[in-house]
């Protein structure tokens, strides 16, 4: 497997090995001796699924306490995935990277601990799998504005996002609760 830095060094880039024939293709999505080579050592406890349809946006997301680190990707369709560095000591602290991930490419994203993290969904639909590193704590979420104008994320969005209401009312940066 190849694993490249994104614009956030830290949130990495995963294109495995594909072997593909007239019968459809395997891979290996997760081999924790080769992730761990790569650097990722984690240790999974919850996969979640999820599926959107065209226009959806999901996020931005994360735990203050039982912080998860993400292991993502699309198993149909294509996203436009987004991790937001929201640790308030980093040098990237307020930065964005993205990168889009599709079934085609097969990529996935590392997301570790003390980024926010979402998506929107650019194909007709989208199927999103993503392993974590610590279990949901719905009363440890938060969420970060999609659109807050200091982290400034240039979304490939036509017109406005199908949003739910927890999204909607995501906080400003400034005002969000953050890591150290």
């Keep these: 497997m190849k694993v490249t830095p994104t614009r956030l060094p830290e949130v990495l880039l ?5 072997f593909g024939d007239a019968r459809g293709f395997f891979f290996e999505s997760w081999n924790a001796k080769e992730f761990e080579r790569a650097g990722i050592r984690a240790t999974f406890v919850q996969d979640n699924h999820s ?15 039982q912080p998860q680190g993400k292991l993502i990707r699309v198993v149909e369709g ?15 602290f307020g930065k964005w990277g993205s990168s889009r991930l599709s079934s085609q490419s097969k990529n996935l994203l590392w997301v570790p601990v003390g980024f926010a993290h979402g998506f929107c969904v650019l194909s007709e639909s989208a199927d999103v799998l993503y392993k974590t590193t610590d279990f949901y704590a719905p009363e440890h979420e938060r969420t970060i504005a999609w659109n807050d104008p200091q982290v400034g994320i240039d979304w490939p969005l036509l017109g406005a996002p199908l949003l739910s209401p927890k999204d909607a009312a995501g906080a400003r940066l400034r005002d969000a609760e953050l890591f150290p």
């Design 51 to 65: 599926r959107s349809q065209k226009g959806v946006l999901r996020g931005l997301h994360y735990q203050v306490r």
């Design 14 to 18: 995963i294109e495995p090995k594909v």
């Design 78 to 92: 294509e996203i436009f995935d987004v991790a937001v560095d929201i640790r308030r000591s980093s040098p990237n």
